[in-house]
């Protein structure tokens, strides 16, 4: 970064911190109840688990490969999208071959992960608090393991889909449906051709529904389809998944300005650096912690307007908005 970028980025930093608000976010994190913690945790290992059982071996002459791919989808990260697919699962009944369906969103996520962290995208060097893939594998690599990526999560939810079992052809199509070019791909490209333009909300809510919410619906979509629920529960899943996907990037772009590196795993202020469109670059920052507040509030109402055990969903969705990381 040149030194006049730099002075620009600590300029914005500042002018977009609010102590206050910086307290109010510390302070709703201490409130995160404890259950719910032990209970994230509980369902973040239990997905973990489904995600390393469809890890490639490394083995092989494409061993790099299969170890550029292993390497990003083994080192953690919050594992929202595949609890989301186990959690609508289990609350609407009997939960079918839920595994597949998980490790298949984690991988897709992963792969967005890595091309968005390329050089030629947000060229970041930091991810989920390792060096990102192109700067372990190279770019070459890290391209071809997000490739690998996306078509292996494919392979393995058709695969599960042979039997012909209908709630899983539709599990598979939402999330597939939610990556895509009417999904995150569409959302990346407006995003990145909206670098160093001023923007006005709609479009910021295009790139923000479609890079990051359409990826939440599809986890919350496949779940309740795998769990069998019909379609008049599935608009308010819908509500839900969109409330809670916006919201989750309205706190990821608040997190990039006033996040702590250590505790997110990625760097901080790569907005700025590349100067894009956020909530709080447009709105500032009280308004977005507002606006994704009401958005989880709303959120909420979708659940509870459904007959299901919905308080870990509930609790999830306070979470989104009071996360460190
Ligand atoms: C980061 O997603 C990319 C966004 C859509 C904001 P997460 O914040 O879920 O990243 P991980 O999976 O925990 O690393
Ligand atoms: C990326 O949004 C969403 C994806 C589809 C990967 P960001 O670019 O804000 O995500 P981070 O902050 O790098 O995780
Ligand atoms: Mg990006
Ligand atoms: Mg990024
Ligand atoms: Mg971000």
Known sequence: MT?????????????????????EIKD??????TNFKDELKKRTN????YIKSF????????????????????????RLRPVLVYEFSRVFGKSLDVAPFCAAIEMIHTYSLIHDDLPALDNDDLRRSRPTN????????AILAGDGLLNHAHEIMLNSCLDGDIKKIKAAHAISSGAGIYG?????????????KKIDIDKLNFIHNYKTAAMIVGSCLAGAYLGGAGEEDIKKVKDYALSIGLAFQIEDDILDI?????????????????????YPSLLGMQESVKIARELVEKAKKAILDLDIDGSFLIDLADYIVSRDH
């Open 3 to 23: 030194s006049r970028r730099k002075i620009h980025q600590q300029r914005m930093v500042r002018a977009l911190s609010n102590s206050k608000i910086d307290k």
């Open 28 to 33: 709703n994190n201490d409130d995160i109840k």
């Open 46 to 49: 239990i997905v973990t688990e």
């Open 55 to 78: 890890m490639p071996k490394e083995e092989g002459y494409q061993k790099t490969l299969f170890e550029a791919m292993n390497y990003s989808l083994d080192a953690g990260g919050k």
């Open 134 to 141: 192109h700067k372990v594998f190279g770019e070459a690599m």
């Open 184 to 196: 995150m791909i569409g959302g990346q490209v407006v995003d990145v051709e909206s670098e160093g």
């Open 258 to 278: 006033i996040g702590d590196e250590k505790k997110l795993g990625k760097k901080i202020g790569s907005d700025i650096a590349n100067e894009k469109a956020t």
